[in-house]
């Protein structure tokens, strides 16, 4: 089992930044994939990034440039910088955990985007 833990969330104003943080914990396996997801009421969850171990990275084309992920594999932390934030930024997000066939998430931050 594994869990996770969000934090670094709030409100900012559109064009700020925030770096949202998630620690495991558990049986962590060293060879994983860590992601970021948000979901804003009444909408899907959609993935943002995602780290492998490894050090390889995707993002989705809405925030790519503007988002950052990145991870520290000693302290199993992954990361979310968040530059240039819009109001349509404004979501829960969550990280994720995939290894060895399961996926575990964590209980979600919530971004306000607002002025």
């Known amino acids: 089992q594994v869990h996770l833990v969000e934090s670094g969330g709030g409100l900012v104003q559109p064009g700020g930044s925030l770096r949202l943080s998630c620690a495991a914990s558990?049986?962590?396996?060293?060879?994983?994939?860590m992601a970021w997801y948000r979901q804003a009421p009444g909408k899907m969850r959609d993935l943002l990034a995602r780290?492998?171990?490894?050090?390889?990275?995707t993002y989705a084309s809405s925030v790519k440039g503007r988002f950052t992920i990145s991870r520290d594999n000693d302290i199993n932390t992954v990361y979310l910088q968040m530059d240039s934030l819009k109001p349509e930024d404004t979501a829960v997000y969550y990280c994720?955990?995939?290894?060895?066939?399961?996926?575990?998430w964590g209980q979600g931050t919530q971004v306000t985007v607002s002025s």
């Open positions: 994720s955990e995939e290894q060895l066939g399961d996926t575990y």
């Open positions: 780290m492998h171990s490894s050090g390889m990275s």
């Open positions: 558990g049986s962590v396996f060293s060879i994983n994939i």
